[in-house]
């Protein structure tokens, strides 16, 4: 049984960093394409930065977090990575991470294509 498990989430000033771990376990995790997706009370479910299988030479951002998000995934240690630079409070929201095998970047950062979700973890950006 494939399982995603995400840490790192927590109450940051604006302008800080915070660095998000999703860990895969059940299955090799260079096989999956991993999307980090976020979801605001009250808004849809959105995905904001996403990344190729294997290697990870395909990543894709949102508008909304580019410039300041980036995704990186260590095969080795099962572990993909959210560095979230320069937050600010309307990246509030619960983060998750999300994953389907051998998916394109673009694909996974649709949110009907993952078959496996992690239990997303809070992030607040607030002075």
């Known amino acids: 049984q494939v399982q995603l498990v995400e840490s790192g989430g927590g109450l940051v000033q604006p302008g800080g960093s915070l660095r998000l771990s999703c860990v895969v376990s059940?299955?090799?995790?260079?096989?999956?394409?991993i999307g980090w997706f976020r979801r605001v009370p009250g808004k849809e479910r959105e995905g904001i930065s996403c990344?190729?299988?294997?290697?990870?030479?395909?990543?894709k951002y949102s508008d909304s977090v580019k410039g300041r998000f980036t995704i990186s995934r260590d095969n080795a240690q099962n572990t993909i990575y959210l560095h979230m630079n320069n937050l600010k409070p309307e990246d509030t929201a619960v983060y998750y991470c999300a994953a389907a095998k051998w998916r394109t970047a673009q694909d996974i950062c649709s949110v009907s294509v993952p078959n496996f979700w992690g239990q997303g973890t809070q992030v607040t950006v607030s002075s």
């Open positions: 059940g299955d090799s995790s260079d096989t999956f394409a």
């Open positions: 990344i190729s299988t294997s290697t990870g030479g395909v990543r």
